[in-house]
């Protein structure tokens, strides 16, 4: 038998097809098929077709080594993956005893009577081997045929991930060698996508030269962009060695605009480090309504370093709640230096906090000049001893220059605390 390289991923269920419903098993399966170095090749979305499911089915299992499939195994009528796979692979189909007994007592466990239509679920492909489900009544079914592997596995996400984690950590792990893949996100902010793709172009060039080869896709996403790294080796650790290297060695390019190497977002990090200093943030927010604070507080455990904060929205409510001066607002405009300094200094001096941050700014679609267009936004931080204002200018619609200015709010207080 070879080894598995390369599978496909089959996700069975008309309500796939609607827009309603989205295919996430395939994602697990990847991931998971990824820690044992096989690649995902290709993934379909088929209904409950049994036209279409044999077509697609023969497909795949002749390109690849591995094909999984998910859903359909259900007790209706329309759940067709056991039958259509086991007739592509000319297997008869015989009911599996033990697992009728085991529906059985599933059913009885919880005082009821199995319906006869269940027994389906038992049905075993010839030489197939049963994947027992703890969760859920249809086990999944483990087949090899002709120097290929099928697995059929159960649709709900819940059953799902257990019995394939288990096969992962056993009879899969076997069967894929020792070759793994590694993969690692590295978050950037404060750089567009090109000035990032210029400044670790070099890198490209020497990590394809290196014995583990690692290979960078630059993903843009909101107020942040992405770098994925991935790497493939004969044994895992030596697939995270050369992994954890070219991350380090983007960070020296990119200093740091370089926010999180380990899949934390940028409210995490920030919270890590008022964690580490022992210190405590309060926020006047104006344009971004309080999604500052919604992010600060998405992190459990931020009760330790979140005080409070203010929507200000108003200029009134400036005035009023964060003690901004009347004249500073009619001299200089609500979006302003002098306005985001006095909101984070009123913000910090009527909490206790240690930083305080003032954000305002124009969110659109109209209140924009020729001066402060529509995605102006000042930003400021202040500590006992330093303090920082800044103006930038973000495109989009408002919820998107919303998010920006949240995100460039939480990365500046990051940058100051993160200076000697
Ligand atoms: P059941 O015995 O529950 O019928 P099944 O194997 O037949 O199991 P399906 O009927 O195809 O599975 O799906 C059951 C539920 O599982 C669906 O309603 C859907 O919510 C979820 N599901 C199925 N496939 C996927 C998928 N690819 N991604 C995410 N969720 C899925
Ligand atoms: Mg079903």
Request: one cysteine or more; hydrophobic letters at 45%.
């Amino acid at each position: 038998m070879n080894s598995l390289r390369q599978a496909a991923i089959l996700a069975v269920g008309s309500e796939l097809l609607t827009p309603s419903r989205v295919d996430t098993n395939s994602l697990f399966i990847t991931e998971q098929l990824n820690l044992l170095g096989v690649d995902v090749a290709f993934k379909v979305i088929v209904g409950d077709d049994r036209g279409g499911l044999a077509h697609l089915f023969s497909t795949a299992f002749e390109r690849v080594d591995l094909v999984v499939c998910s859903g359909g195994l259900g007790p209706t009528d329309d759940d067709v993956t056991r039958e259509v796979v086991a007739e592509v692979l000319n297997r008869s189909l015989a009911e599996d005893e033990s697992i009728t007994a085991r529906i059985r007592a599933r059913f009885a466990s919880r005082g009821m009577k199995m319906p006869e239509i269940n027994r389906r679920q038992a049905m075993v492909p010839e030489g197939a081997i049963v994947l027992e489900n703890p969760r859920g009544t249809a086990p999944g079914l483990w087949i090899e045929h002709a120097d290929r592997l099928v697995l059929l596995l159960p649709g709900p996400p819940r059953e799902l991930k257990p019995i394939l984690s288990e096969l992962v950590r056993g009879r899969l792990s076997a069967r894929a060698g020792e070759a793994a893949l590694v993969r690692k996100v590295i978050r950037i902010t404060g750089r567009t996508e090109s000035h990032t793709e210029e400044a670790v172009q070099p890198l490209y060039l020497e990590w394809a030269r290196r014995e583990v080869p690692v290979s960078a896709t630059i993903l843009a996403a909101l107020g942040q962009i992405e770098l994925h790294l991935s790497a493939k080796a004969g044994a895992r650790d030596t697939a995270e060695r050369a992994i954890d290297r070219a991350a380090e060695e983007v960070q020296r390019v990119l200093g740091l605009d370089v926010y999180s190497t380990d899949g934390r977002q940028l409210e995490e990090v920030l919270g890590d480090l008022l964690t580490r200093k022992g210190l405590h943030i309060a926020v006047a927010e104006s344009c971004t309504g309080g999604l500052i604070t919604s992010r600060l507080t998405d992190v459990p455990g931020s009760s330790r370093y979140v005080d409070q904060s203010v929507v200000a929205y108003s200029n009134e409510a400036k005035v009023a709640l964060l003690n901004v001066a009347r004249e500073l607002i009619d001299e200089h405009g609500a979006v302003s230096d002098p306005v985001a300094l006095a909101m984070a200094d009123g913000i910090r001096s009527r909490s206790s906090a240690d930083v305080g941050v003032g954000v305002t700014g124009i969110a659109g679609p109209s209140g924009g000049t020729a001066e402060k267009p529509v995605g102006t936004v000042v930003v400021a931080v202040v500590t006992a001893d330093l303090s920082r204002s800044r103006v930038f200018r973000f495109v989009g619609e408002r919820e998107q220059v919303k998010f920006q200015a949240s995100q460039a709010g939480l990365d500046m207080v990051r940058r100051l605390l993160l200076e000697p």
